[in-house]
């Protein structure tokens, strides 16, 4: 997640200079899906006649003039010429293919490696040929193999990485995997994906039923004015974006009254294209509806939340609210595009945003606690820590901070993120011990009391399989180290190391203390 000023005029837009992030990783070990191209099904009962021989049922087991045997093969038969073959394995369940369809159709297909793709993913995994080909990190095995073993990893390495397969799930991939991933009969039809025309907002929350609860979209749009409609178009842009870039699109707050935000729903209209967005807050007003390039700092801005695959949403406990900019403030709204085909695309992606007049009894806000001293030499796994200290503004002496959500952030080489609680009496509280992926960075529930003397120790894990030293840095090829506390009051656990700030630069930092 990038921090960057936003230009005012089109004319000053620049291109972002992240590369692209391909994922690799998960396209080498997600388990897929089936399409109409070539939809997986049960397991080929079909055999191959030889010149002197009859035809006979072929899995694993024999080919046209051998037999053999294999557990996952069927028989394999003999003819009554010289060709005879011997004894075949045993006969594979015929609907083994479509029972493997149904764990990867629920899993994986309607997540990133649709077809076309979503949220940046490189390829489709919706083929039964897309099982075949030579995975991108190992190329001398093929994709099926790889999954094989992923399905069964802990920690950021398994697939899928946001669900634990079930034992009979695992037992049904498995067995589909060992006999070479298989397919021929349709089993269905594969899940849809967005296409960049248009979205439905069916999958929304249900507004909150507080009073006096209005929702107002922030969405991606092409022409600089308020209340424009238009999608956001790369091909009437006059500099062309780079592969990877991030957008920002600044916003008057439609309310005339300070309001508290409820709810936060994403809007996905280009699943291809988009990977995540952020939504920042400034005292200050802006030009409505102007956009730029951006990425990097948002200086004297704050981060309200955000969204990125793997995230769920925030859900904010029933008597707290989210703080907004007051009336006179603006919206920015940073959206990552990810495009490594370089194609010319439209999209109308953002949030809805639900907010209440009649405030909750508590306002939260979002902290980054962390570090951004980070230096990782090459080849080795190496950790980066940093402390927050609570500045517990406007807190009284005995007065505590609640913390209910935790959200980690770094980039392509981050393995794992803990963030520990050191009391003031000396006792260690774990807020959060859980492995990264960059490609489903999941939010996490979590119920933590910060009393007066407390502080927090954030280090993160990183394994650099590059060959040069990884430092702190916006672009993914860069690495951060955020865990982004959800507490209230707001702005309590906030503490900005001035002076210390490299990049970032937000507001809401408590960092390196």
């Not at 409820?262 to 291809?272: K, P, S």
Request: hydrophobic share 35%; glycine share 12%.
């Amino acid at each position: 997640m990038r921090r960057q000023a936003p230009c005012q005029r089109r004319g000053e837009m620049f291109v972002a200079t992240k590369r692209s992030w391909l994922l690799s990783a998960l396209l080498a070990g997600l388990v897929g899906a089936c399409s109409a191209e070539e939809p997986l099904g049960r397991l080929d009962t079909g055999g191959r006649t030889t010149s002197s021989g009859t035809q006979r049922t072929v899995g694993a087991g024999g080919n046209d003039s051998t037999g053999g045997r294999d557990p996952t093969g069927g028989s394999g038969g003999a003819g009554p010429g010289t060709d005879g073959g011997g004894a075949g394995g045993t006969t594979p369940e015929p609907q083994l293919a479509c029972r493997a369809k149904a764990v990867v159709d629920a899993r994986c297909a309607g997540s990133c490696h649709s077809s076309p793709p979503k949220f940046g993913a490189p390829g489709a995994l919706t083929a039964f040929p897309d099982f075949q080909r030579n995975s991108v990190k190992e190329p001398a095995r093929k994709i099926y193999e790889v999954a094989a073993e992923r399905v069964h990893a802990t920690g950021s390495a398994r697939m899928p990485p946001t669900d634990v397969l079930a034992p009979n799930e695992l037992a049904t991939l498995d067995a589909w995997f060992a006999a070479g991933a298989s397919g021929g009969a349709t089993c269905g039809a594969p899940p849809g994906s967005a296409d960049g025309g248009g979205y439905s907002d069916a999958g929304l929350p249900d507004v909150p039923s507080d009073d006096g609860t209005e929702c107002f979209e922030l969405r991606a749009h092409g022409q600089m004015a308020p209340g424009d409609a238009s999608p956001f178009d790369t091909s009437t842009l006059i500099l062309p974006p780079a592969n990877e870039f991030y957008a920002c699109f600044n916003f008057t707050p439609p309310w005339k009254v300070p309001v508290q935000g409820l709810q936060f729903a994403t809007i996905v209209d280009n699943a291809e294209m988009l990977h995540h967005w952020l939504l920042y807050q400034s005292p200050l007003g802006t030009q409505d509806g102007s956009f730029s390039y951006c990425h990097g700092q948002h200086p004297g801005q704050a981060l309200v939340t955000g969204w990125a695959p793997g995230n769920d949403g925030l859900k904010l406990p029933a008597d707290v609210g989210l703080e907004l900019p007051p009336p006179t403030g603006s919206y920015v709204l940073e959206l990552h595009y990810n495009n490594p085909s370089g194609q010319q695309f439209r999209d109308r992606s953002g949030v809805r945003i639900c907010a209440t007049s009649k405030f909750r009894p508590k306002t939260a806000s979002i902290t980054w606690a962390g570090t951004e001293n980070i230096n990782i030499p090459p080849r080795v796994v190496g950790a980066a820590s940093g402390r927050c200290i609570p500045e517990r503004k406007g807190l009284g002496p005995n007065d505590v901070i609640h913390i209910f959500n935790a959200w980690p952030h770094m980039h392509k080489l981050g393995a794992h993120m803990k963030t520990v609680i050191h009391r003031a009496g000396g006792q260690q509280d774990v807020l959060v011990d859980k492995p990264f992926n960059f490609e489903s960075q999941i939010g996490y529930d979590v119920n933590a009391v910060i009393n007066p003397g407390d502080t927090l120790l954030t280090t993160c894990t990183y394994n650099n399989t590059t060959m040069g030293a990884v430092g702190f840095g916006p672009s993914t090829s860069q690495e951060m180290c955020y865990d982004f506390l959800y507490a209230y009051p707001a702005h309590a656990l906030d503490h900005p190391p001035f002076g210390k700030i490299i990049t970032s630069g937000a507001a809401n930092l408590c960092t390196d203390n």
